[in-house]
């Protein structure tokens, strides 16, 4: 059965950083990328940002220059470190990977970030 655990979220105050962490268990295969969303009240998820397998990355621009994605392929993990903070940034972030024909998401871990 695959879980995905996201865990690293919590409160900061603008201008610190977090790092969240994607851990990915049971039995999974053909994984094509893997990444982050989020999402605030009242708005859609968007894309956060992406890697490959190859490794390739993709970023929202909102957050390119202050958030890197890194994953470990071997423990199935990822990773987004989040950098120079603000209160825009504050939403529930979603790990998830894609296969060629489905995506797997997790349940979402908290950024709050206060001014």
């Known amino acids: 059965q695959v879980q995905l655990q996201e865990s690293g979220g919590g409160l900061v105050q603008a201008g610190e950083s977090l790092r969240l962490s994607c851990a990915a268990s049971?039995?999974?295969?053909?994984?094509?990328?893997m990444g982050w969303h989020r999402q605030t009240p009242g708005n859609q998820r968007e894309l956060v940002a992406a890697?490959?397998?190859?490794?390739?990355?993709d970023y929202a621009d909102s957050v390119k220059g202050r958030f890197t994605i890194s994953r470990e392929l071997r423990k199935n993990q990822w990773y987004l470190q989040m950098n120079a903070l603000n209160p825009e940034d504050t939403a529930v972030y979603y790990c998830?990977?894609?296969?060629?024909?489905?995506?797997?998401w997790g349940q979402g871990t908290q950024v709050t970030v206060s001014s």
């Open positions: 998830f990977f894609r296969r060629l024909h489905s995506n797997f």
């Open positions: 890697i490959t397998v190859g490794g390739h990355t």
């Open positions: 049971g039995t999974i295969s053909g994984i094509t990328a």
